[in-house]
């Protein structure tokens, strides 16, 4: 089981920042052992990729909206993933979940709650 927990959502001015958190709860899961990914899910719209990133950490799959802007990263030693937003738009409102593919077979096995970012025009 690994439990992910995202944090960093909120309310922010088009052009404005955020930088999203994601963590296991479960102290002895390495999330750098597993592919990890970003989703989104905004109000009558079903949930798309945002970016993943391989276990390996040197492949990356930005959503083509989000390139330029929007940057995956991890840090091993805090066992954290993160997502800076920059150049937000009102358009990137939505819940945004981290999610983790344990197995490596591009199936995402666990979410985290979601964390929610308002962009305001």
């Known amino acids: 089981q690994v439990q992910l927990v995202e944090s960093g959502g909120g309310l922010v001015q088009a052009g404005g920042s955020l930088k999203l958190s994601c963590a296991t709860s479960?102290?002895?899961?390495?999330?750098?052992?597993?592919?990890m990914g970003w989703f989104r899910q905004a109000p009558g719209k079903e949930r798309e990729s945002v970016v993943s990133?391989?276990?390996?950490?040197?492949?990356?799959n930005y959503e083509d909206s989000v390139k330029g802007r929007f940057t995956i990263s991890r840090d091993h030693a805090k066992n954290m993933l993160y997502l800076q937003m920059d150049r937000l738009k009102p358009e990137d409102t939505a819940v945004y979940y981290c999610?983790?593919?344990?197995?490596?077979?591009?199936?995402?096995?666990?979410w985290g709650q979601g964390t929610q970012v308002t962009v305001s025009s």
């Open positions: 999610a983790a593919d344990v197995n490596r077979d591009n199936i995402w096995d666990y």
């Open positions: 990133v391989n276990w390996r950490g040197d492949k990356t």
């Open positions: 479960n102290s002895e899961r390495n999330l750098g052992w597993y592919s």
